[in-house]
T-cell receptor, first 111, second 112 residues
């Protein structure tokens, strides 16, 4: 089955700097890669996603890149702000319904 | 906005008790999911359902069962709670195949 690895587990950046979180996946049949943000006391919320027919997608300060050949995808956050502090999860689909999640990255943006 | 609600935010149960965790979604979504979240392990799928009365095992179904009698409601049942089931439980729903999942706020279950 699918296996998703996520790095780093924790990341501290200064406000205004960029943050990058990387994930690798094992199943070449995976074709959907969402990223979720989980704030304290809340459930995860989708922030951006990418499908395998696209190499990059941007939404304001966040972007996701996908390298199908190398089976890795990354989340990029530019001009980080304190409200970006949260736990971020990557995921990859396995089959029709299931998503396999990474182990999460705790991002701290230092003011 | 899609809303996924879970019956309790915090729950404390004793070993051996039968525990019911309820999840309700208000957007007529076809699919519903139960995950548990543990530090360093991410979200692991327990069970999911793609239709009323249909259920499929996820990656860690042992010790759990589920029920989906109505489209909007998906229940997770711990037949005999054990201390290793102390965890955060997250419910999610999605409209269809390969769609965004919408999560509830979670239930933090402690089994003593």
């Amino acid at each position: 089955g699918e296996n998703v690895e996520q790095h780093p587990s924790t990341l501290s950046v200064q406000e205004g700097d960029s943050a990058v979180i990387k994930c690798t996946y094992s199943d070449s049949a995976s074709n959907y890669f969402p990223w979720y943000k989980q704030e304290l006391g809340k459930g995860p919320q989708l922030i951006i996603d990418i499908r395998s027919n696209v190499g990059e997608k941007k939404d304001q300060r966040i972007a996701v890149t996908l390298n199908k050949t190398a089976k890795h995808f990354s989340l990029h956050i530019t001009e980080t702000q304190p409200e970006d502090s949260a736990v971020y999860f990557c995921a990859a689909n396995e089959g029709t319904y299931k998503y396999i999640f990474g182990t999460g990255t705790r991002l701290k943006v230092l003011a | 906005d899609v809303k996924v609600t879970q019956s309790s935010r915090y729950l404390v149960k004793r070993t051996g008790e039968k525990v019911f965790l309820e999840c309700v979604q208000d957007m007529d979504h076809e699919n519903m999911f139960w995950y548990r979240q543990d530090p360093g392990l991410g979200l692991r799928l327990i069970y999911f359902s793609y239709d009323v009365k249909m259920k499929e095992k996820g990656d860690i179904p042992e010790g759990y069962s589920v029920s989906r009698e109505k489209k909007e409601r998906f229940s997770l049942i711990l037949e005999s709670a054990s201390t290793n089931q102390t965890s955060m439980y997250l419910c999610a729903s999605s409209p269809g195949q390969g769609d965004e999942q919408y999560f509830g706020p979670g239930t933090r279950l402690t089994v003593t």
